[in-house]
């Protein structure tokens, strides 16, 4: 199986899922200076009060105070660095200050060729198979330093992050993995290297204003496929290294000798790199705004525009001179808006909130947008280790949660419930939800029991038979363990730590963990869970879930910790410099998950093998992956015929894989999509709580403000003004 994400060829045009705290937008880290940072106290800035109460929206300066309830991290460079998920705020920074894309998303979704970067471009099936996009850009595009942008720019990435140097910077080194001749460019290591070639022969530069990329017949055809001509520009050195320079004698592009300099066995551009990944003052940027102040405290962005911008897909070029993106909680933020403290609050959610929102909503002083989410809010498990190993433990969770209550609670009615990855508007969702067949997880207490006893969990901690209402340490279910699941690896190829799991601490004092008894090991149905706060639906999710009596009945415990969102992240994505300290504790995470355009591609996100750990936020290791594996011999299946070949079912591998790499037309990419749903629903790694809608609400003073579920803040406030200029 050669096929391998094409992650680095370009950030944006990979259908990406945002982590979001789920709640929707909130996280923790409150501050003493949340409620007014990012603010000015001068009386232009500040709302004011009729004598008869009212609140008037402030006069504004040809600025815009965008607010998040999710942190900023400072990785607006390359969000998500090597992995599948990057955080909303990041992206939305890096949408504001990252331009000139050969292709971009446009309101609804669909990505479009970029017309202000693109003179010219076309596509070729070739006789041996593969595919090449010519692309010609236009002369004159420039970064907010004034310097020239040319070829070398939208090459220097796929070229910098499909080398050995990627990997000692933290990156996958699968840059381009798509194009012809990539594994041969990615063996070479340097000068005298003894295996590979230093030429990319899949990437031609053929002046200083027209490339080419030409698809393996191993990624084509492919269900996407114009999308591979998806590239963007950045300066050299970001991710180069300084001094590196690309070029091409006829048998395609190579990096210059230096950016294969070591320093013993290590890559010394790996670590400039690596470092260039925040810097946010050496090097220019492409987009509309730069970034000309970060203040990680306060979790401050200020942008201000870059004059050499020439506009969007569109041509559109924004007229708001200042943007600054501020970190707010939940609690605060319609007091901010209307003190003027912040001036757009984005993706407003929940009952309550939206409530009190559209009351402050007049049409003269404050006004709204409003669209229905491409996402949804979930809990998240993790399925390689612990009792969230087990899907009858993911599925018993699904129905002891009344997730029909918990959305009308949560978003009073302004939302629905899904019951898979998927936003409702979605065309193929409309294509198949008349014959898709999906388990029904309505709220079950006796269905949670039925699926624990199916699957073993009927013992106590002495590995007696398990008696409802017993206490202490037997007030929950144990599992008799196999050898494989004892001495089970978690998605890492490490021990998933199941001979020693243990409950979090808690304030009663008991400790759950697995014992040995006569050399077998029993497991306790304990979840460790952490929730971010302030969080209202990591609130709500404490009482609807796991203090409830229905689940004390059932036989199971959820031990809750909280904390900022930064430090979810960084225990689903297990990386040390986020909070995670160096061991899986917890199972159990709640969140929210937006999808970033019309494009619907999951594959590699579902491998079971460590080399594609970090692109899988579920971590699920599917059986029938592992009996039936997608390699060469599936790529040109269809649907009924690998269905047939496996004699069973197709795992969520194989699945995302055919979905985009086997589906030739509509109607095969829609039935390879409901398999996926179906499975996917089977499986549980995730229990959706519900899509909803988003209330965009902004000081009327703002004009020509329209977002969308694919066009947020980041993106409309180009086409906005301020009133009066």
């Known amino acids: 199986m050669k096929k391998t994400k094409l992650l680095c060829l370009v950030l944006a045009l990979v259908m990406c899922l945002s982590l979001v705290a789920c709640g929707d937008k909130t996280s923790g880290n409150q501050t003493q200076g949340d409620q007014t940072q990012g603010t000015q106290t001068n009386n232009e800035t500040q709302g004011t009060q009729t004598s008869g109460g009212e609140v008037v929206a402030p006069t504004l300066p040809n600025r815009v ?28 920074i890096n949408n504001l200050t990252m331009g000139y894309s050969t292709q971009e998303t446009n309101q609804g979704g669909a990505y479009v060729w970029n017309e202000t970067a693109v003179a010219e471009h076309t596509e070729t099936e070739n006789e041996d198979g593969t595919y090449t996009i010519h692309i010609k850009i236009n002369e004159g595009l420039k970064f907010s330093d004034g310097s020239p942008i040319t070829a070398q720019n939208y090459l220097a990435t796929t070229l910098a992050f499909g080398s050995p140097v990627a990997v000692g910077a933290g990156l996958s080194g699968t840059g381009g993995q798509s194009l012809v001749g990539y594994a041969d460019f990615n063996a070479y290591t340097g000068p005298g290297s003894e295996t590979g070639t230093k030429e990319f022969s899949g990437i031609r530069m053929l002046d200083d204003y027209t490339f080419e990329l030409t698809v393996s017949s191993d990624y084509y055809p492919y269900y996407y496929a114009f999308t591979y001509g998806g590239v963007s520009p950045y300066p050299m050195g970001l991710f180069t290294g300084e001094g590196v320079t690309i070029q091409d004698d006829g048998n395609g592009c190579y990096l210059s000798d230096n950016f294969y300099e070591k320093n013993g066995e290590d890559y010394v551009k790996a670590a400039e790199i690596a470092e260039n990944r925040y810097d946010l003052t050496k090097y220019p940027f492409s987009g509309a705004y730069v970034v000309s102040e ?99 433990v993911r599925q018993a969770v699904a129905y002891l949660l009344d997730r029909a209550a918990f959305c009308q609670a949560f978003t009073g009615g302004y939302g629905v419930v899904v019951d898979g990855p998927y936003s409702p508007d979605f065309d193929m969702w409309q294509a198949v939800k008349d014959d898709i067949e999906l388990i029904d997880y309505s709220f079950s207490p006796d269905n949670a029991v039925k699926v624990l006893e199916d699957g073993g969990w009927i013992y106590n901690s002495k590995g007696e038979p398990y008696v409802a209402g017993a206490s202490g340490v037997d007030a929950v279910r144990y599992k008799k363990l196999t050898d494989e699941e004892a001495n089970a690896l978690d998605i890492f190829g490490n021990d998933a730590g199941n001979k020693t799991y243990a409950s979090v601490a808690n304030t009663d004092g008991v400790e759950y963990k697995t014992v040995e008894i006569n050399g077998e090991y029993y497991m306790p149905l304990a979840i460790n869970w952490f929730g971010s706060q302030p969080n209202t639906v990591t609130d709500m999710l404490s009482t609807a879930l796991a203090n409830s009596s229905d689940l004390a009945a059932a036989g199971m415990v959820i031990r809750a910790t909280t904390g900022d969102f930064t430090t979810l992240q960084g225990n689903i994505y297990r990386d040390p410099s986020m909070g995670y300290l160096g061991s899986p504790v917890y199972g159990m995470y709640n969140l929210a998950t937006g999808f970033n355009s019309a494009v619907y591609d999951q594959s590699y996100w579902w491998r079971t093998t460590p080399d594609w750990a970090d692109y899988s936020s579920d971590k699920v290791i599917d059986p029938y992956d592992l009996a039936f594996p997608y390699d060469e011999t599936a790529e040109k299946l269809s649907y009924e015929d690998a269905v047939a070949a496996s004699g069973d079912k197709l795992g969520m591998d194989y699945l995302s894989f055919g979905m985009v790499y086997n589906a030739q037309t509509e109607d095969e990419y829609n039935q390879w999509w409901m398999a996926f749903i179906e499975r996917w629903n089977e499986l549980m790694p995730e229990v959706p709580l519900y899509s909803n809608y988003y209330y965009d ?19 409309a406030i180009l086409y906005a003004n301020v009133k009066g200029y």
């Open 697 to 715: 609400v902004y000081n009327a003073n703002i004009e020509n403000f329209e977002t969308s579920p694919f066009f947020g803040p980041a993106s």
């Open 65 to 92: 105070i965008l607010g998040s309830t999710t942190d900023l991290s400072g990785d607006f460079r390359y969000p998500g660095w090597g992995g599948s998920s990057a955080g909303s705020s990041d992206i939305d």
């Open 294 to 392: 970060w203040d990680e405290g306060t979790k401050t962005a200020t942008l201000t525009l870059n004059p050499e911008y020439q506009g969007n897909f569109e041509g559109q070029k924004p007229s708001i001179e200042t943007i600054v993106y501020v970190k707010i909680v939940e609690e605060t933020q319609l007091d901010q808006l209307k003190s003027g403290g912040v001036d757009v609050l984005s993706a407003i959610t929940g009952g309550e909130l939206t409530k009190a929102a559209l009351e402050v909503v007049d049409g003269v002083n404050f006004a709204e947008t409003h669209y229905q989410r491409a996402g949804y809010g979930k809990i998240q498990f993790e399925c390689d280790f612990g009792p969230t190993m087990f899907q009858e």
